[in-house]
């Protein structure tokens, strides 16, 4: 079964700074690999998708890189802020025989960013 | 288009109880499936639907069943409702796993949730 890390599991950090959050996956045979962020009472909000084959996809602060062969994705945020705050979950896609389009999660890294 | 949409968004049920969360989708998606997400631990999966009229277990089916008769709706029924079972409830849809690898477009979309309490 697919097991999933998230280090580290809560980062308080003023305005401006530059994040790196952490997830690791013990089953390398993933399909794809998903970055979510979840605001407090909400649902999920998917924020990048990277497939196996890529090694990193980018949507305006965020970068996120996968290195699939060491069961690794790093989501860099550049220059935080408030509106940042929220927890990060981190979702691969698939393991060796698994169900068709389930991911598995991690308990996620909840972010504060403070003014 | 409305994505995934949930109903009702909360609920409270005495034990014993049964009732169905409902969860549809407009993106013409194969792919359906129901997590729980309880406090200290990671979303875990219930049940899923490659496409109507197929659905299978995920990791924690128990006190749940779920029906696909179409592509659009999926919802989730729990038979006797136990306190175990509160929790925040999240239905997901995307593409198959055949049109992700075929280069179609990929992740997956995530309802609002049901919050579910159970006395």
């Known amino acids: 079964k697919q097991e999933v890390t998230q280090i580290p599991a809560a980062l308080s950090v003023p305005e401006g700074e530059n994040l790196v959050l952490n997830c690791s996956f013990t089953?390398?045979?993933?399909?794809?690999l998903q970055w979510f962020r979840q605001d407090p009472g909400k649902g999920l909000t998917s924020l990048l998708l990277i497939q196996s084959s890529q090694r990193e996809q980018t949507s305006g602060r965020l970068n996120a890189s996968l290195d699939k062969s060491s069961g690794r994705s790093t989501l860099y945020i550049a220059a935080s802020q408030p509106g940042d705050s929220a927890t990060y979950l981190c979702?691969?896609?698939?393991?060796?025989?698994?169900?068709?389009?389930?991911?598995?999660f991690g308990r996620g890294t909840q972010l504060t960013v403070w003014p | 288009n409305a994505g995934v949409t949930q109903t009702p968004k909360f609920q409270v049920l005495k034990t014993g109880q049964s009732m169905t969360l409902q969860c549809a989708q407009d993106?013409?998606?194969?792919?359906m499936s129901w997590y729980r997400q309880d406090p200290g631990m990671g979303l875990r999966l219930i049940h899923y639907s490659v496409g109507a009229g197929i659905t299978d277990q995920g990791e924690v089916p128990n006190g749940y069943n779920v029906s696909r008769s179409t592509t659009e709706d999926f919802p989730l029924r729990l038979l006797s409702a136990a306190p175990s079972q509160t929790s925040v409830y999240f239905c997901?849809?995307?593409?198959?796993?055949?049109?992700?690898?075929?280069?179609?477009?990929?992740?997956?979309?995530f309802g609002p949730g049901t919050r579910l309490t159970v006395l």
């Open positions: 089953d390398s045979a993933i399909y794809n």
């Open positions: 979702a691969p896609g698939g393991d060796r025989g698994s169900t068709l389009g389930r991911l598995y």
């Open positions: 993106m013409n998606h194969e792919y």
């Open positions: 997901a849809s995307s593409y198959s796993f055949l049109t992700l690898t075929s280069g179609g477009p990929g992740g997956q979309f």
